[in-house]
């Protein structure tokens, strides 16, 4: 069982920049490829970004311009930075962790076996 903590939510500016974490518990981090979804209110939950054991990563179309994602191993974190931050971006930030991938459907939510709680983050105009 692997429990992701998510943290770093919170109320942020237009314009302004992001910077969630999130921490698996178990010591195969570098074995799980990690994502982060997202899910506006009365909206499906929405592929954000993904980097795998090997730090190959996959960033939705339409956020690859100010979205990134990366991962330390040392402390089993993933990390999700934004900038140019859009009232429309407001949503819960879910981290999610897969054993393994079919394919390329990294943007598969049902690809992923495990899920944080996720954090909310407000963006006001």
């Known amino acids: 069982q692997v429990q992701l903590v998510e943290s770093g939510g919170g109320l942020v500016q237009a314009g302004g920049s992001l910077n969630l974490s999130c921490t698996a518990t178990?010591?195969?981090?570098?074995?799980?490829?990690m994502a982060w979804f997202r899910q506006a209110p009365g909206k499906d939950r929405e592929f954000v970004a993904s980097i795998t054991g090997s730090r190959s990563l996959s960033i939705s179309d339409s956020m690859k311009a100010r979205f990134t994602i990366s991962r330390e191993y040392a402390k089993n974190t993933v990390y999700l930075q934004a900038s140019s931050l859009k009232p429309e971006d407001t949503a819960v930030y879910f981290c999610?962790?897969?054993?393994?991938?079919?394919?390329?459907?990294?943007?598969?939510?049902?690809?992923?076996?495990?899920w944080g709680l996720g954090t909310q983050v407000t963006v006001s105009s």
């Open positions: 178990r010591p195969t981090f570098t074995s799980l490829t």
């Open positions: 999610a962790a897969a054993w393994a991938v079919r394919g390329s459907a990294y943007n598969i939510g049902g690809s992923y076996d495990y």
